[in-house]
């Protein structure tokens, strides 16, 4: 019977950990609108508003495409990943590039 409490106790004890987070998918291409919200998931029917946002929910070596002309501030790039604003007049600006794998 000891056992059984044991693995019982185990169970309850490690059950919040599991709980705690749930999955969150990136996306391989990200987006980027003047009217989007960082709450959104960055595609394109929810564009995120900000491009910080937009890497964090990107893969690296993925893309954030703007959507429109908005100013987009600059971000932390902290993995490789492309930044494409052809086609608008958007201004994305102030870059930081974190990391030795970043090229």
């Known amino acids: 019977m000891p056992r059984a409490i044991s693995a019982f106790a ?9 709980a705690a987070a749930p999955a969150q998918a990136l996306n391989v ?11 959104n998931n960055c ?3 929810a564009p ?3 491009l910080q ?8 070596v993925g893309q954030i495409a703007c959507l ?3 100013e987009f501030f600059g ?3 902290s993995k490789s990943i492309t930044i494409d604003c052809a086609g608008t007049s958007a201004t994305p600006t102030g870059f930081t590039v974190n990391g030795a794998t970043s090229w």
């Open 10 to 18: 185990f169970a309850v004890l490690c059950l919040p950990a599991l």
């Open 29 to 39: 291409k990200s987006f980027v609108s003047s009217t989007g919200s960082d709450m």
């Open 43 to 45: 595609t394109f029917a």
């Open 48 to 50: 995120c508003r900000t």
């Open 53 to 60: 946002r937009a890497h964090d929910q990107t893969f690296a």
């Open 68 to 70: 429109d002309s908005g």
């Open 75 to 77: 971000a932390v790039i």
